[in-house]
């Protein structure tokens, strides 16, 4: 199965920016989707960012203009840019993956969280005000 390791993130002040980055084992299909979720004390974890392997991306309204998600396939490895941070952002960043997609499946949130099959251990991003 694949393994997903991340590293960034961290802790900054409001306005400023951090990046995630997260990559994943050789062990991977050609075709993938990978993304991170966050999650806050006492709130669900969210979906923020997702790319596949076709370079679709998706963002939630929350981030977009502010986040920016990019791949660099021949390391198997996708970043999350973070600019403009607010207090609001702060959680627990987790990567996941969709290893092994269908020409037929399409980037979605819904279809991400869906078919996750491999969960990065998270990574704290801190914003203060």
């Known amino acids: 199965q694949v393994q997903l390791a991340e590293s960034g993130g961290g802790s900054v002040q409001a306005g400023g920016s951090l990046r995630l980055s997260c990559a994943a084992s050789?062990?991977?299909?050609?075709?993938?989707?990978m993304g991170w979720f966050r999650q806050a004390p006492g709130n669900e974890r969210e979906a923020v960012a997702a790319?596949?392997?076709?370079?679709?991306?998706r963002y939630a309204d929350s981030v977009k203009g502010r986040f920016t998600i990019s791949q660099d396939i021949d390391k198997n490895t996708v970043y999350l840019d973070m600019n403009s941070l607010k207090p609001e952002d702060t959680a627990m960043y987790y990567c996941?993956?969709?290893?092994?997609?269908?020409?037929?499946?399409?980037?979605?949130?819904?279809?991400?969280?869906?078919?996750?099959?491999?969960w990065g251990q998270g990574r704290l991003v801190t914003v203060s005000s």
């Open positions: 996941a993956i969709v290893d092994g997609i269908a020409a037929t499946w399409r980037l979605t949130f819904e279809s991400f969280r869906r078919d996750v099959n491999a």
């Open positions: 050789e062990a991977t299909y050609s075709t993938y989707a």
């Open positions: 790319i596949d392997n076709w370079g679709n991306t």
